[in-house]
């Protein structure tokens, strides 16, 4: 659950349940930038993150490619899904964020149809990103990584935090 909550009602609806979080604060950048950065001090471990979560994006999308919700194809939902709480939730950083989500996204259809092996190389990437994540907590921050505090923050900050830490770099 997010750092900050304050409680979980739940509505019982005939046709299905419904979750409503209260005082969430899913929607302030700071207070969730704050909370990913805080996991984050070590400049060995941030350029770390700065070359794995892309890579973690990307081959995610690459091995979800083949999957559908519905109708709908899962990679595509999630990129529309990120495009627009990143918009809302920062619309600044989110003209930078949202191209590099579609680049990454037209970028892993490519690679799909262009390798008949995709899934393996996808999940090659996926694994060693992962991998090096948590020996630059374990060996360079010291801490455990925000996901173990709570996955679903970390989740949806953690493609934003690159954004932010490499604009902040720039300028």
Request: glycine fraction near 2%; include cysteine; aromatic fraction near 22%.
């Amino acid at each position: 659950m997010f750092k900050g909550a304050k409680s979980l009602i739940i509505f019982n609806n005939p046709h299905k349940w419904i979750f409503a979080i209260v005082n969430m604060q899913i929607f302030d950048f700071n207070s969730n930038y704050e909370f990913y950065n805080s996991y984050h001090g070590n400049i060995i471990n941030k350029w770390i993150h700065i070359l794995c979560i892309p890579a973690i994006v990307w081959s995610t999308m690459v091995l979800l490619s083949d999957y559908n919700f519905y109708r709908y194809n899962v990679s595509t939902v999630l990129l529309l899904f990120y495009s627009g709480y990143y918009t809302i939730l920062n619309p600044v950083l989110a003209i930078v964020a949202v191209p590099l989500l579609f680049y990454c996204f037209f970028n892993a259809f490519a690679f799909k149809w262009n390798y008949p092996d995709y899934k393996w190389r996808a999940l090659t990437v996926f694994a060693i990103a992962w991998i090096f994540q948590f020996i630059g907590h374990c060996v360079f921050e010291g801490n455990a990584p925000a996901l173990t505090d709570s996955i679903l923050q970390a989740f949806l900050m953690a493609p934003l935090f690159v954004v932010q830490e490499l604009i902040s770099i720039i300028i």
